[in-house]
């Protein structure tokens, strides 16, 4: 399946919202669609046509005061990832985190963040391993330099 991931943009919305609530996160919408707006957060979608099959939300200003170990902010930190479940295991996933890296690595950070969701914990953490993304010795995350993101995704495309 041929995507192309782009930022966010008006004509996506109620497409993104389809795929919201067809992925059981309907009431996530309205906030969502709300946090486009605020200018330190990243919403990217992967279209399939016109059809949002994706997304990632994320922040390329993540200052959070935690024991980060070797990441510390500032850093990139992805909030949400999904991905249609008719359209997983397509490479669509690793187009949205690779889209998200390349531009944060533009901001001039270095590494990248994320809690990773109790469902699905162990599919989850297989994904953002084959990312280049290791557990963080101390904390509930999951992080890596984005070279390292990049370096994976390009070896495994």
Do not use: K, N, W
């Not at 192309?4 to 993104?16: D, G, I, M, N, Q």
């Amino acid at each position: 399946m041929t995507v192309e991931v782009t930022e966010l943009a008006e004509e996506h919305e109620s497409s993104l919202r389809a795929l919201l609530v067809a992925e059981g996160m309907g009431l996530h919408a309205g906030t969502l669609l709300d946090h486009r707006h605020r200018p330190y957060e990243r919403l990217y979608v992967a279209l399939a046509g016109s059809v949002v099959v994706g997304f990632v939300e994320g922040t390329f200003t993540d200052r959070e005061i935690f024991g980060s170990g070797e990441f510390p902010p500032p850093r990139a930190r992805i909030v949400q990832l999904v991905v249609a479940v008719h359209s997983r295991r397509t490479g669509i996933g690793s187009a949205l985190v690779g889209r998200f890296a390349i531009d944060a690595e533009a901001a001039r950070l270095d590494s990248l963040v994320l809690y990773p969701e109790p469902d699905h914990a162990d599919v989850r953490r297989a994904f953002f391993h084959h990312c280049g993304m290791r557990p963080v010795l101390g904390t509930p995350l999951l992080g890596a330099r984005l070279d390292i993101i990049r370096t994976a995704l390009v070896s495994r495309s």
